[in-house]
Structure formats: C-alpha cells, structure tokens
C-alpha cells in the first residue's frame, strides 16, 4: 500500500526558498574576502574560535537524516559512536594541532610527505579525494532523498538542485565562506529538529511523558547491548570501533585539518576544538531523541505509517504526513543544510588537495591568481562528478546509509590514518614498511566486508590496527633504505608536541 501523495504546498517552498537564496547570498558575500590562495584555503587565518568550533560539529545529511531512522528502527546504542570525541579530545588538543601547525602548505598531506616521502603523500592526497568524492555523493543523494519524498520534484531534480547550489556557494566563497555557512547552517538545522521534536510532544496525550513512557516499554533508550556477537551492536564492539573511526578525520581527513589552519593561532584552534566535542555530544541525543519521538507517534497511531518506503525515509515521511505548513518546509531546509554543510566542506578541502599535493607539487612554478582559478574551476568540477555519483546511489539504491557510509570509511580511510599515525607516534616506521602497512590495511578490510559478519564500526579499529602493525613490522623486518627528512613526532623530546610556536 503507498501512501497518498501530499501537497508540500506555497508557504513551505517560501520557507525552503528563502533558506536556498540565503545560503547563496553568504558565498557571494565572502567572495569578496576571497584575494588570494591563502583566502581561498584557509581563510587568512581569520575565523572566530566559536565559530569554527561550531561549524565542526559533526552534523551531516548522514547523521541529519541516518541518527534519527536508526533510533527509529532500532535504540540508543549508536550515542556511544560520538562519545570518543571527548576522550580523543586532549590528543587532538595537546598532541596533533602542533605537528599540523608546523605545515608550511594548506594541505595535511605535507605531512606525509615529509617523514615518508612523495609517494606516501600522493597516495595519501588519492586515498583522500576518493572518499570525499563518496561521500559527498551519499550527502547529496539522502536530502535529495527527502525533498522527492514531500514535494512533486523526482530525486534527479533534487540531487541537481542540492548539488549545483552547494558548488556555486562553495566555488565562490572559498574557505570563509564555507565555515561561515556550515556556522548558520549546523545552528538552522539542529533548531529545525528541536522543532520537530517539539510538536510531536504537542501532539501527543501526556507530551514528554508519554514518549517516554513508550519508548522505555519498547527499550528505545536502550544504550547498551552484552554480547560477544560482532555482528551486533554490542558496546564494546561500537566503543572500541568508535574510538578509532573518530580519530580519522581528526588525524587524516584534509577537511578538519584544513580547518585548524583558519584561526588565528593554536590557543584558538584548541577552544574550537572543545566546543566542537561538546557540541556533537549534544546533537547526537537530540538526533536521536527525534527519532525515539517519531517511532512513538506511529506506535500510537500506526494507520499513519502506511507506505513509508524504508526505515532510512522515516524522517522525509513524517516530514510529508505530519507537520503543519511552513514548519516541513523549515525542517526541510535543515536536511538541506545538512547536506551543503558537508558538500562545501568535502568540495572546498577536495579543491585545496588537487591544487596543493598535486598540480602545485607536481607542475611548473605559476603565480597565486593561476592557482586561485584552478581552485574555483577544480571545485566546480568536483561538485559535477558528486552529483554524477550521487545519480548512481539513486538508482542502484543503499540499504542503511549510515551503515554504507561506515563501510566506506573504513575501507578508504583507515589505512590513511594509520599511516599518520605511524609518522606522528613512531621514529623507526620507514617508507616502505609504512606504505606495505597501508596496502594491507586495505586488502583485509576488503576481506572483512566481504567474507565475515563483523559490525561496522570496528572496520576503521581492525584498518587502523593493521597498518600500524604490518607497517611497523615491516619497517623493522625490511633492509634500511633512503630515508626522508627528519619531522617533529610526538615522540621528539626536543621538540615538544604542547609547545604553541609553529
């Protein structure tokens, strides 16, 4: 049985309009900022602590959208997936924002390059554009998911809607203009689910203390799961996983890295860096809270569910069915600046690797304005090739897009963060033993995600374990050879990790 169709009406297209337009009008604003490739990339080091912290929050059209279906479907278990960004916080404060500090170039990829040399760079700098390339695919495709769900527009217009407007802002904007949005944005969408969370507490006999009392029968709240299955979400499997899919992006992923370059000095970064654990902590619960909220409401009233697709569409469907006009076009926007949040992040860093680790490194010397236009074109590009892949998702269709976009992570950036951790935390790891911890890295994963039953959160534990192992191994196992220049480690005594010069 479908669903009838709804009316998404005159006043929500107003809401999402005027939401679309502004978010335009923010890249054309900060265009005028954009002189230079230090503007383009890391904003001349003029972003406001508060507001990078906020912008880093961790709030995408994967958690937007993902967080609250698989509440719906399943518990609380997934609250401890964010819970190791305040145990990893002191690490990335105290121990990483300095060895990233002394970078010269806008890219982390420098990095490697330094202490392994120009291949483990360049394998670095690929390994990176690949996954962004997904993932801004899987970001692009699960609003547009949303937007064909409550209007009369099919999914391709939607991925071509969500995508070209993403680029246009990202492409002029650079950097600033970014992380000015994704600020506005990530505080626009999270009020857009304390809204909808809200009026279904209105709508309902007892408000709060019905959902509650619902959700407890039915252990919606349940947060934790004793089990040696891991396969299952048991919480040892999600914590230990958890622990090591969040130091990824703080330890390898161009995109956050890019940003503790924005602000004015480290003290800066390191406030940002606080706000932000806090912050994601927060937006996890109310995620899930939304989506407790809307698995009660149908549990109360289930001749309304009739025709919700999938567990994934849950959020778009109530969005359609249940809320008033003008209130699903403001929920609406927020799933929009879920996604262009992550977009413009993935497309301006995306941008900055190419231009940084492979046309600068690699071509002949050209003046700053060469490098800026290449910049601008080079994000536009990338933003066709999304929505070109996003156009794929849409038609061969993911089952949990969360659970897809973990796969994803683990398989493509595991091995990319054990190699910087590998350079950052040991003396003795060498070129080619770090290079043969990474490859193995990759064919293991493929064989855990292919061939065994393993919960998805421990692939970037069992990818990150492996490189670092084998690769380590492999550099006390093999002949020495030429060695790259010496960096600053974690490990340096002379040159301590905690010291704020660059």
Known sequence: MSAAPVEFGLLNYATLGAYLLSTLCLGLWFARRTRSTADYFTAGRRIPWWVMGISISNVSSISYMSIPAKAY????????????????????????????????????????????????????????????????ALVIYLPALALAAVTDLNIVACILVIGALSAVYSTLGGIEGVIWTDFVQTVFLMGAALASFALIAFRLDGGLATIAQVAAEHEKFQLTRWSGDIANNALWAVLLGSIFTQIVPYISDQSMIQRYQTTIDL?????????????????????????????????????????????????????????????????????????????????????????????????????????????????????????ALAGVLAFAGVGSAFDFFQGLLGLTASGLAGLFILGIFTRRATTAGAMIGAIASALVLYFVQTRMAVQVYLYAFIGISTCVAVGYAASLLLPGGPRPRAVATATDPARSPTADSH
């Open 73 to 136: 479907a399943e518990d609380w278990t997934i609250l401890w997936v964010n819970v190791p960004i305040l145990l990893l916080a002191p690490l990335v404060i105290y121990v990483l924002l300095p060895v990233f500090g002394r970078l010269r170039s806008a890219s982390a990829y420098e990095f490697l390059e330094t202490r392994f040399g120009l291949v483990a760079r360049l394998y670095g700098a690929t390994a990176f554009v690949l996954l962004q390339l997904g993932r801004m």
């Open 267 to 387: 003290p800066a970064a390191r406030h940002a860096l606080w706000i932000n654990a806090g912050i994601a902590i927060g937006n996890t619960c109310l995620l899930l809270g939304v989506g407790t909220a809307i698995f009660v409401y149908y549990r109360l009233n289930p001749t309304q569910l009739a025709g919700l697709p999938r567990p994934d569409a849950i959020l778009p469907f109530f969005i359609a069915h249940e809320l008033p006009a003008g209130v699903a076009g403001l929920v609406v926007a927020g799933v929009f600046a879920a996604a262009q949040s992550a977009i413009s992040t993935s497309l301006n860093a995306t941008s900055t690797v190419i231009v940084t680790d492979f046309l600068q490194r690699l071509g002949p010397s050209r003046s700053d304005a060469h490098w800026l236009h290449a910049a601008k074109v080079i994000t536009a590009g990338a933003g066709v090739a999304a929505v």
